[in-house]
T-cell receptor, first 116, second 116 residues
Framework: EPEVTQTPSHQVTQMGQEVILRCVPI?????FYWYRQILGQKVEFLVS????????KSEIFDDQFSVERPDGSNFTLKIRSTKLEDSAMYFC??????????????FGEGSRLTVL | AQKVTQAQTEISVVEKEDVTLDCVYE???????LFWYKQPPSGELVFLIR??????QNEISGRYSWNFQKSTSSFNFTITASQVVDSAVYFC?????????????FGEGTQLTVNP
């Protein structure tokens, strides 16, 4: 069964360092997303990406964050200068259409980021 | 703004008991979509169901059933004859429509523990 894959599964970094989280969405999907989950809390939307541009972003997704689809298969989330509060599980997701069309978001297994 | 409330933070049952997880939502959209996701201890998010706002028919899938009541803005999830493997955090989520695009808004989650 096709799946969304994420790397790394866990990254530990020092405050102020740049981090790149990588995702390989399902190959025929057109919509890509990043969500995050701070430990013990709910899952929060960060950004959606369609047709090589951001289609929607939340208030969490400030100038420290950026997304990119560099080579037609990978979908990356970059945090430029990490803060302690960026420690969380980051989930990548993809869908064939928007949630109103195909309906189902397929989530990766997450990348746990720990900022020290 | 959209909001999802899962008032039950934790539920503990004994195997074979039936259990209902509550979900209440708020939205100004006339078209929207409701989801349930399961997050087992391993951390991934597993899609369970998606319903659109025009389809109030209840759904049953094996031991799982969902009760969508538009009049009370609720989308409750019942597990019949619970099993230890059902132990997980369950998230209700809402998306779609005119004001929120494709982002999923998650509830806080309900931690379900099924004891043998």
């Amino acid at each position: 069964e096709p799946e969304v894959t994420q790397t790394p599964s866990h990254q530990v970094t020092q405050m102020g360092q740049e981090v790149i989280l990588r995702c390989v969405p399902i190959s025929n999907h057109l919509y890509f997303y990043w969500y995050r989950q701070i430990l013990g809390q709910k899952v929060e939307f960060l950004v959606s990406f369609y047709n090589n541009e951001i289609s929607e972003k939340s208030e969490i997704f400030d100038d420290q964050f950026s997304v990119e689809r560099p080579d037609g298969s990978n979908f990356t989330l970059k945090i430029r200068s990490t803060k302690l509060e960026d420690s969380a599980m980051y989930f990548c997701a993809s869908s064939e259409g928007g949630t109103g069309e195909s309906g189902e978001l397929f989530f990766g297994e997450g990348s746990r980021l720990t900022v020290l | 703004a959209q909001k999802v409330t899962q008032a039950q933070t934790e539920i503990s049952v004994v195997e074979k008991e039936d259990v209902t997880l509550d979900c209440v939502y708020e939205t100004r959209d006339t078209t929207y979509y409701l989801f349930w996701y399961k997050q087992p201890p391993s951390g991934e998010l597993v899609f369970l169901i998606r319903r659109n706002s025009f389809d109030e028919q209840n759904e049953i899938s094996g031991r799982y059933s969902w009760n969508f009541q538009k009049s009370t803005s609720s989308f409750n999830f019942t597990i019949t004859a619970s099993q230890v493997v059902d132990s997980a955090v369950y998230f209700c989520a809402l998306s779609g429509g005119e004001t929120s695009g494709s982002r999923l808004t998650f509830g806080e989650g309900t931690q379900l523990t099924v004891n043998p």
